[in-house]
């Protein structure tokens, strides 16, 4: 098919789009070690979702169910009634990832600071996952712990100089 006729522009934009949403999986920590038939099997799973500015994604408290994947606008993570901005994220950036382990409560808000696009996967796409094709599953699962961790350790060392803070502080007193 000739890419100057009216249909070849049609599909080339469409293989265009495809390979965006590869580009995109294949930046994404919990996605790298992946080989190019498991990202196109998971973007085949991955749910796309579209939000107005100002509307909300989730709210702190809601239960989790599975992580989401900016591929055009951003968003706000807020936390409490105050709604104390902690983030704004944009294109290429992914939160919720957590809710693939744990169907806790979410423990902010995630509200759209303009017109977003936005790609899901969720808890129950993971376990599918793990059940038809437990290589790629598996491969997703260690990388999301070795995230887990290393967040775990950032924590662990800020809490640890928080800790020396104010022992300093009391000594001054």
């Known amino acids: 098919m000739r890419e100057d006729t009216v249909w070849g522009n ?5 293989e265009k789009k495809e390979e ?5 999986l294949k930046r ?5 070690g992946l080989n190019n038939r498991e990202i196109k099997m998971v973007e085949r799973i991955l749910h796309r979702r579209t939000y107005q500015e100002g509307e909300v994604i989730f709210r702190e408290g809601e ?9 055009s606008g951003s968003v706000y993570i ?3 009634k105050e709604k104390k901005t902690l983030a704004v994220l944009s294109k290429g950036d ?3 990832e957590m809710a693939l382990l744990l169907e806790s409560p979410r423990t902010a808000t995630a509200t759209a600071a303009s017109p977003l696009k936005m790609l899901g996967f969720f808890q129950p796409d993971l376990f ?3 059940e038809t094709q437990p290589r790629t599953g598996n491969k997703i699962l260690i990388r999301l712990a070795q995230m887990i961790a290393e967040r775990l350790r950032q924590t662990s060392q800020e ?3 928080l800790k020396l803070k104010i022992s300093q502080y009391e000594k001054e007193k």
């Open 128 to 130: 599918h996952l793990l």
């Open 28 to 32: 994404i920590p919990i996605f790298r």
């Open 94 to 96: 992914f939160f919720g």
């Open 78 to 80: 807020t936390l409490g």
């Open 10 to 14: 049609i599909f080339r934009k469409s």
């Open 159 to 161: 809490n640890q100089q």
């Open 63 to 71: 239960p989790g169910v599975g992580m989401y994947i900016i591929e």
């Open 20 to 24: 965006d949403i590869y580009t995109v």
